[in-house]
């Protein structure tokens, strides 16, 4: 008499903590997507920026298109602007990667 009963209560209990399990996963997909820390370029800036210094700033690869550019350009300054708070320093090195990566940086022959 014991056997059935303890074989009914271990059905009983694994079927509990399966439906546990099913709707710990389920919980766990719908989950808002959280982005990985990105590592942002520190600074230290270089007294004449190169390529690799503007690509890291940007947080692209020194050869991407410029559509890709000009994203990250928006999104590094939205987060950095003057007006929100940010540095103008920071703005103007933001900007002037941006330039460099598009080729139109310092000693290209463009005027401001």
Known sequence: MVTPLAAGVSVAAVALG??????????????????RM??????????????????LILGVRERVVEEKIKEAHRRVMFANHPDSG??????LKINEAKEILLGRGKGSGSAF
């Open 86 to 91: 940010g540095s103008d320093y920071l703005a």
């Open 38 to 55: 990105r590592k942002f370029y520190e600074g230290g800036f270089q007294p004449v920026m190169t390529r690799r210094e503007a690509a």
């Open 18 to 35: 399966g439906k546990y399990l099913i709707e710990a996963w389920n919980g766990f997909k719908a989950r808002p997507v959280v982005p």
